[in-house]
């Protein structure tokens, strides 16, 4: 019998409903596009920031420390195949210790350092030549090996601050996403084009201001913009916190790569009958103890069935401990390490084709802006137009596509194919086919329109050829097609395929191969420029009136048409459609898209040894 010892049932006020406590406020659930809008702002200006360095450089090192052009073009090369090999370590730490929101901040402080670096340089006259040149005269006083070495410190600090960013920035947002669901799967297939036309946006906007004040105004200045411009994205990607979703580091899958290899070639001798199943090392998966994180278990493929050897038991008494685990991690691997490394062999084909797609598209960031410096750049009596904002072009020639493609063409498909089931958007093959064909136009582009600058100056007998910079126009167009068909069915072809816990790996191997282009794009200048030195060299020196640049470029289209047969007689088979991951077709076709990996609560994971 329950007894209120405060009212008594006369009262009135017991017979009156009890106030009803106050609805606590609903907290917005972390994750989603509430987290993606801080990480694509800190992105927009991070890129901006760097961008306006990428897009001057050549232009600073020319006018600037009076580099020559082979020299030129090779510290440019080394510095963005450096930026970009470092994303290796920097998906090692960030998967081994850090994380990525760890890693992506000691990231961008590192390119905060590195931008000051650089714009002191612009600012103390000491730290460079005594004065600059403009390729026309051939007393140039040249940089001492300090002020080289103050240059290459402030490089490389970008360098290592771009190591940390770009392996973690997709896979950091990629995380804010549930791909458990058909929409967190949309969700993430869209934010990988917003990705790219948000900063785009962003560059075309603030690049053409940056640009024109280190041409025209104050290099100083110049510089001190996109300092403070990276100062603000790290504020921006702070003011987020509350918003991310955070994966702990699972470690690094780079040692166990080491290790399935070395422990497959161990038991290269080993022979499984055809009939037999092995008595594979497969025991259950620890959970992390994260809700979010989600454990899972790859089912075991027939690709690439070598490396299967690295987890096959052949003395259970010499291999196993009392606790049934691996007494040598190097003779003894779980298929779950074996699968990992078969993810990554799978894309290898690809990544191949996306090194030679690469390589056209570096051309203009070098080749093209010293083109520019040799033609008729005035708009107007006054108006000087900068080489550096040439690549607005092919930013314009991206945002303006991906815009296109997103807000035009798959409304209108959806709306007039709406009884079909039939999926709307170009398929990746279709993507990177028409990338590595416009990689070949642009270089057929610019060998003619170079060829037309040279004759025109040689004619003339001018340093500076009286051809319109206008003409440097289409190529450049050409190359932000280019990046907008290949470079992002590349980059989603790498974060789908890979699970969630190699996202980090799968950005590293993306910029990996950017820098595998620049090193090879400057292996390919330099071998160039010894057999054909001379008289008529085709690269290198202060004047391109004096080499035969077009043919250079004839070269490198040659390398894009056997990109583009290597692609369809061979990797293409590795982008294919409605096929699940580890059913072959007997052809050694292997599907990747899609993979299917299977999430597992490890409590109700089999004891399987």
């Not at 970008?158 to 392996?167: D, T, V, Y």
């Not at 790859?298 to 010499?318: E, S």
């Not at 950005?507 to 292996?523: C, D, E, P, Q, R």
């Not at 071998?527 to 470029?553: F, Q, R």
């Amino acid at each position: 019998m329950e007894m209120n010892v405060y009212k008594s049932s006369s009262s009135p006020e017991a017979h009156q409903d009890p106030p009803k406590p106050p609805r606590p406020a609903r907290k917005k659930s972390p994750g989603g596009w509430r987290a993606i809008k801080y990480i694509l702002g800190n992105e927009s200006f991070e890129k901006l920031a760097s961008m306006s360095l990428i897009a001057n450089m050549t232009v600073y090192l020319t006018t600037k420390y009076n580099l020559s052009g082979i020299f030129m073009v090779n510290v440019v090369n080394i510095w963005n195949g450096s930026s970009n090999v470092a994303s290796l370590a920097g998906a090692f730490v960030s998967d081994t210790y850090l994380g990525r929101f760890r890693t992506l901040l000691y990231g961008c402080f590192s390119s905060l350092l590195g931008m000051g670096t650089i714009a002191l340089t612009a600012s103390i006259h000491q730290l460079r030549p005594s004065h600059g040149c403009d390729g026309q005269s051939q007393d140039c006083p040249q940089p001492n090996s300090w002020q080289l070495a103050i240059l290459f410190m402030g490089l490389g600090l970008l360098s290592i601050g771009a190591g940390g960013i770009r392996p973690c920035n997709i896979a950091f947002g990629a995380d804010q996403f549930d791909t458990r669901t058909a929409k967190g799967r949309a969700q993430l297939e869209s934010f990988f084009n917003w990705w790219y036309f948000s900063f785009t946006v962003a560059l075309i906007i603030a690049l053409t201001g940056v640009v024109y004040i280190q041409t025209n105004i104050s290099w100083a200045v110049g510089f001190a913009i996109p300092t403070a411009c990276l100062a603000f994205s790290i504020t921006i990607f702070l003011l987020g916190q509350h918003a991310y979703i955070y994966m702990k580091p699972q470690g690094s899958i780079f040692s166990d790569v080491a290790k399935v290899i070395i422990a497959a070639c161990r038991k290269s001798r080993v022979r499984v009958a055809p009939d037999s199943e092995p008595n594979f090392y497969d025991p259950p998966l620890v959970d992390n103890g994260c809700e979010r994180q989600v454990v899972i278990k790859y089912p075991h493929t027939n690709r690439f069935k070598f490396l299967d050897r690295a987890a096959i038991i052949t003395n259970p008494n010499q291999e196993l401990d009392d606790l049934c685990k691996p007494k040598s991690g190097w003779r003894l691997c779980s298929l779950q390490q074996v699968e990992q490394l078969k993810f990554l062999v799978a894309i290898l084909p690809v990544w191949v084709t996306a090194i030679g797609t690469f390589i056209t598209m570096d051309q203009m960031n070098t080749f093209g802006v010293l083109q520019a410096l040799q033609m008729d750049r005035s708009i107007g009596p006054k108006f000087h137009f900068p080489p550096g904002w040439m690549n607005i072009t092919s930013m314009l020639a991206l945002a303006t596509w991906i815009f296109t493609y997103e807000r035009i063409y798959l409304p209108l498909a959806k709306k007039f194919n709406r009884s079909s089931s039939t999926d709307l958007r170009f398929t990746m093959q279709q993507r990177i086919n028409t990338g590595i064909v416009l990689s070949i136009l642009t270089m057929l582009v610019s060998g003619i329109v170079e060829e037309h600058r040279r004759k025109s100056a040689l004619k003339h007998g001018s340093y500076i050829s009286p051809t319109s910079f206008a003409l440097l126009l289409p190529q450049y167009f050409l190359t932000g097609l280019t990046e907008s068909f290949s470079a992002v069915a590349i980059m989603e072809f790498f974060t789908m395929q890979m699970p969630e816990s190699m996202r980090t790996v799968a950005g590293a191997i993306f910029f990996l191969s950017l820098s595998v282009s620049n090193y090879l794009g400057s292996f390919i200048v330099n071998m160039i420029h010894k057999a054909t030195e001379g008289k008529s060299p085709w690269v290198g020196g202060h004047d391109l009136n004096e080499n035969k640049l077009d043919c250079y470029y004839y070269i490198i289209a040659g390398l894009g048409a056997l990109n583009l047969v290597y692609f369809n007689l061979f990797a293409r088979h590795y982008v294919l459609v409605g096929k699940k991951p580890g059913h072959d077709s007997g052809k050694g076709e292997v599907q990747l898209e899609n993979p299917n990996p299977i999430a597992r609560d490890s409590s109700n994971d089999e004891n399987k040894v």
